[in-house]
């Protein structure tokens, strides 16, 4: 695929990169692209075209895929050029694992952090997903639950679990688009998200701590049984 058709997810228009933009902006382009699915696993990233379709040098694309490369998105090998890194269904579930942790974290501060408009954001941002589950738009319930955990690290304010916890979210939204939902996940997240915000709205930082821990450990455990149904047997760890 064209790598400015595929930071768009349609065709290309132009290029995406003003010319003198700084590697940031490059990087967020090309990490969206893969992080979005737009990049598949193992496709080939050709720096001349990159740069091209970028607006920008080749050198300034090394850099970038040498900070990609870091973060677990890209794999450069000698003579051989860089690719969108596949990642595996065990890695998958170490990620779930370290997010587990991280987030427990993050929720156990926001309910000391929670004020009272935080605690309203937070319920209608459960209203909204329920509409949207109950309106069959799965999609539209993946895109709201991202928000959520987002409100939630807002309300924590703690920038660097913050960037540790968007490294992996680019890693795992990449696997979860691949193995099919496991059969009623989407309707029980509701009832933990339920659960998380009740103890943030309590002030219990314990018990928000536990409920995102168990919310997380379920996600974990929903994928594994994602990976097994679309092989067709039990997931071999």
């Given at each position: 695929m064209d790598l400015t058709e595929?930071?768009?997810?349609?065709?290309?228009?132009?290029?995406?990169?003003?010319?003198?933009?700084?590697?940031?902006?490059i990087l967020k382009h090309i990490r969206d692209a893969i992080a979005g699915g737009r990049l598949m696993p193992n496709e080939r990233l050709l720096e001349v075209d990159m740069a091209?379709?970028?607006?920008?040098?080749?050198?300034?694309?090394?850099?970038?895929?040498?900070?990609?490369?870091?973060?677990?998105?890209?794999?450069?090998?000698?003579?051989?050029?860089a690719r969108v890194r596949l990642i595996s269904e065990q890695e998958a579930l170490e990620i779930a694992e370290a997010r587990l942790a991280l987030e427990g974290l993050i929720a156990r501060k926001a309910a000391e952090l929670a004020t009272d408009d935080d605690v309203v954001f937070l319920r209608q941002s459960l209203d909204a997903m329920r509409v949207r589950l109950e309106a069959g738009d799965l999609i539209g319930v993946s895109a709201l639950?991202?928000?959520?955990h987002r409100a939630i690290l807002r309300i924590a304010n703690n920038e660097t679990i913050g960037r540790l916890?968007?490294?992996?979210?680019h890693q795992l939204v990449r696997v979860q688009?691949?193995?099919?939902?496991?059969?009623?996940?989407?309707?029980?997240?509701?009832?933990?998200?339920?659960?998380?915000?009740?103890?943030?709205?309590?002030?219990?930082?314990?018990?928000?701590?536990?409920?995102?821990?168990?919310?997380?450990?379920?996600?974990?455990?929903?994928l594994k049984e994602s990976f097994a149904m679309n092989r067709g047997g039990p997931f071999n760890s």
């Amino acid at each position: 695929m064209d790598l400015t058709e595929a930071m768009e997810g349609g065709p290309a228009h132009g290029n995406e990169v003003p010319p003198g933009e700084p590697i940031s902006l490059i990087l967020k382009h090309i990490r969206d692209a893969i992080a979005g699915g737009r990049l598949m696993p193992n496709e080939r990233l050709l720096e001349v075209d990159m740069a091209k379709q970028l607006n920008t040098n080749r050198a300034n694309i090394r850099t970038a895929l040498a900070v990609l490369e870091s973060e677990g998105l890209v794999r450069r090998e000698a003579n051989r050029g860089a690719r969108v890194r596949l990642i595996s269904e065990q890695e998958a579930l170490e990620i779930a694992e370290a997010r587990l942790a991280l987030e427990g974290l993050i929720a156990r501060k926001a309910a000391e952090l929670a004020t009272d408009d935080d605690v309203v954001f937070l319920r209608q941002s459960l209203d909204a997903m329920r509409v949207r589950l109950e309106a069959g738009d799965l999609i539209g319930v993946s895109a709201l639950n991202g928000d959520f955990h987002r409100a939630i690290l807002r309300i924590a304010n703690n920038e660097t679990i913050g960037r540790l916890l968007a490294n992996l979210r680019h890693q795992l939204v990449r696997v979860q688009s691949r193995p099919i939902p496991a059969p009623g996940r989407a309707a029980k997240s509701g009832g933990e998200h339920l659960r998380i915000v009740e103890a943030i709205a309590a002030r219990d930082p314990d018990a928000a701590e536990q409920a995102m821990r168990t919310h997380l450990k379920n996600v974990a455990e929903g994928l594994k049984e994602s990976f097994a149904m679309n092989r067709g047997g039990p997931f071999n760890s």
